[in-house]
């Protein structure tokens, strides 16, 4: 069982994904899948802080919120 919080460090085996549209310079969220079915979302900025854990349909609604343009305006 993986709680929130978790340092990302310690996810060891994982593998962290992140947009091709991230800024070269790190600034990006990473995703990863975690062996119980869920996903671990931590800062690039800080590849050894905190991971966030989320379900998979959570992770889902999310991807779905974004590609909606239900977030646009945290960009501006």
């Known amino acids: 069982m993986y709680r929130n919080g ?3 460090n310690s996810l060891e085996g994982v593998t962290w994904v992140k947009s091709r549209r991230s800024a070269h310079e790190g600034n990006c969220v990473e995703l990863a899948a975690l062996s119980n079915g869920a996903v ?3 800062n690039s900025r800080d590849p050894q802080g905190p991971a966030l854990i989320y379900t998979r349909a959570e992770i889902a609604a999310f991807i779905s ?3 909606d343009g239900e977030f646009t305006s945290f960009t501006a």
Do not use: E, K
């Open 6 to 8: 978790i340092p990302a």
């Open 40 to 42: 671990a979302m931590r």
């Open 65 to 67: 919120g974004a590609s």
